[in-house]
């Protein structure tokens, strides 16, 4: 077995996905938050897409018989799951982008805004 | 379910009278055939919908069993008081509406799709909807409660899709109750831990459990959201969690049981609820905080392990929302006349705003379990489910503590009328909530007949510990008000404990060290 061997799909996938997660609990900018959240969801998909793959399998297309078909469902999953991803992290900039116009603040504050309560 | 967001894009078109009106025609025949779902599902069992003629267990597919159908009737009816009582608002305009009737049809999604994916998806949507529900004012809190929110629940279900891949990778199969089956042949469960790990913290995110909960108050509390959509998250969509952690755990029941587990962390959500109920003054916050409580309380039930305890959990469920929604809608209308939401403030609800005083005083008696009103009924049910008298006495605990900080809620409702005279309220909003709040009433009475009914479960209450449990209550008032007088109104630590809470980074670490948690628990325990 070769030492690169141990770098497949899946284990690079749940690296990227704790690595996410390390940037979600230490970093207080709102834009890193997003773009370690980007990062899970980018481990997630390179996880799912190299679920149960068997090297040489071809897509499952036509009626070729030579090889093993690779399973489709995975890959369908995360199209989807991808488009998700893209919708919220615009949505995410754009809530941000919003609160920083109007208000001026990058950073998640310390606490809640009190004076908000009493009005 | 699809109507469902159709009609709210159809609203969205029409911009007018006339859509209104349509969508409260389209509400109801919807509740009709919901209900009609329901007695099929009584009568024939589950009901399964298998999408392109595939095989059942391949096929993405609808699942109707007694306890789903039973949530999309319960959502299906309440949203008909939500809609009456928006009526005359100023924000229940046509994007409003477009929003309001997607979450419901996401709702109902969820509680009835039997697709791991398709889970997932709905999350992703229903996450998206709420937070643009809560910041509907564009209000500063409003947008930084939302975007806590958001952040927090994209996050969260990211776990779930991951724990779906590691259950894909495992079984290749995405239907809970195909893997369900598949469970029973694993040879060994440590396979399933992980996947079990991600997935349960996605749950207990959106049921809001103890460490993770952090974000609820600041969601359904935040100060200038709609009351509605307040009464919505807290009485509705928070249950969407809660049933998702049945059929999770339904789902891993051949290998998994972590009954005593949920049992604690239900308890343990309960007292800090209450606990952090008591240091607020702003009313919505108390309503927010009380809701984490009761969700405690709920966990405790099911994870009982003991089936009255069960459906009285899932009763409660029920009664929960009708409370709660009663609740936050008159909150809502106290605070608009009263112009404040310190609790402090507001006083002589009775010579102000009557009915809304009467309203909001069933709620409080059903919500604390007073003898004759619904929660007293689940709450008996949930209590009959142990013989253990240590648990008896944290239920006990967990009542006291409800009681303690609803005295304190119900200190608005006495007092003298700052300003002279009767407020003037909406109609529909005022017939709304005091058709809620005796509906609290009556599904007390008859709660026997009702779980028969909806559950086909029987209960007797026996009516000689029912008295038993009547004086009590009457102690714990006694009890909550002497406390009251002590302890909460001078304030000080209790104060300083309601005001703690954890920072953004704080919820995501609770979130990765409560995954930690349940692995390490899981591992040791197989």
Known sequence: ?119 | MLALILMGVIALLLRNRLAKLLLYVFQVLYAGFAFYVFFQVKETGPIIWNTGGYTDGLALSLYADSIAIFMVLMTAVFYIAFLVYATREDYFEPRFQFLFMTLQGVMMGLFLSSDLFNIFVFLEVSTVVVAILIMFNKEKQAIYDGMIYFFVNVIGTAFLLFGIGMLYRTFGLLDIRAIKEAMSLLESPHAVVLPYGMMMVTVSLKTAVTPLFSWLPKAHGTPSAPPVVSAVLSGLYIKSGVYMFIRFNDMFSPVIDMHVFFFWIGFFTSLIGFIMALGQKDIKLILAYHTVSQIGLIMMGINMASEIAFWGAVYHIFNHAIFKSTLFLTAGMIYEEYGTRNVYQIRGLFKRMPWVAVATTFAILGITGAPFFNGSISKYMIAHGTYDYGVTILLNIINLGTTMSFVKYATMLFGNNPKEGRAKSDFFALSACVVMGIASFFTGIFGEGLTQFFFNYEVHVNVDEYIQKGMVYVLMIVAGVAFYHGIIKHGGLITRIGHAELTFNGIITAMAGYFIVVVVYLSLML
């Open chain 1, 1 to 119: 077995m070769k030492p690169l061997d141990f770098i497949t799909g899946e284990i690079v996938g749940i690296l990227l996905f704790f690595i996410g997660l390390y940037g979600l609990m230490t970093k207080k900018t709102i834009v890193k938050t997003i773009m370690s959240m980007s990062i899970m969801e980018s481990g997630i998909f390179l996880f799912y897409i190299t679920i149960n793959y068997t090297v040489g399998s071809v897509p499952p297309i036509g009626q070729a018989q030579e090889a093993a078909f690779v399973d489709p469902v995975p890959s369908a999953l995360m199209i989807t799951a991808i488009v998700i991803g893209i919708g919220v992290t615009a949505i995410g900039l754009t809530m941000f982008m919003h609160y920083k116009q109007k208000h001026g603040i990058t950073h998640w504050s310390r606490n809640r805004d009190q004076t908000g309560s009493d009005h």
